[in-house]
């Protein structure tokens, strides 16, 4: 990690709070920029503090962290959030994933596995927990493997129906970048077009 990252931490429980702050207030290169303890209060936060990381619970008492990452990722899409959970249910995972999130941990994860998971999703990549993968690996389920987080983006968006335009200006990046990713994932996935894509996302639980 070569420059600052800035993080939000979201928990509605203060012990939890401070101590995943002082976890990474320990490591150099790393900035705990804020902390929330509601949905609402997380997506204020990002506006005032524009993270690019945010440790998300998504069991917050007034709210969950579904929608506050969505939220988020809508209005600040170069912001990654991280779900953290006491929970390793793969249908969690994937409406998490589904709702913009690009990693997910459980609680029990160490301080390397979180780190690691930090630097992941900075570098556009999906990171999923030991805990999480090992039960993935367990159904034989396959689709939680190949697509990089953005990658991931780039389905649910193709499996509304956007065209690479609306896409592009929605990720504010090149016509041409969001058509390399697409077919990036066509090929990883072997799939034949946009529209076995849509059919795979929604058997995948991604839409």
Not at 27 to 49: K, R
Request: glycine letters at 6%.
């Amino acid at each position: 990690m070569n420059s600052v990252i800035k993080v939000l931490i979201v928990d509605d429980h203060q012990l939890i709070r401070e101590a995943w702050t002082a976890i990474l207030e320990s490591v150099p290169g790393v900035q705990v920029a804020a902390t929330a303890e509601s949905a609402g209060e997380a997506v204020e936060m990002c506006l005032a503090h524009r993270p690019e990381v945010v440790l998300m619970d998504i069991n917050l008492k007034e709210s969950n962290g579904f929608d506050a990452t969505e939220q988020i990722t809508n209005t600040l899409p170069k912001t990654r959030v991280i779900g953290l959970s006491l929970h390793d249910d793969i249908a969690l995972v994937k409406k998490f994933i589904s709702r913009g999130g690009s990693g997910y941990l459980s609680k029990n994860t160490s301080k390397e596995e979180l780190l690691e998971a930090i630097e992941a999703v900075m570098n556009e990549e999906l990171f999923l927990g030991q805990e999480i993968r090992v039960k993935l690996d367990g159904t034989n389920d396959p689709s939680h493997s190949g697509l990089t987080g953005k990658e991931i983006e780039i389905v649910q968006f193709i499996g509304r129906g956007m065209t690479s335009r609306e896409i592009a200006d929605q990720l504010f990046v090149s016509v041409r970048t969001v058509e390399t990713h697409r077919y990036n994932i066509l090929k990883k996935l072997n799939l034949p077009n946009a529209a076995q894509l849509s059919i795979w996302a929604k058997e995948k639980g991604y839409l």
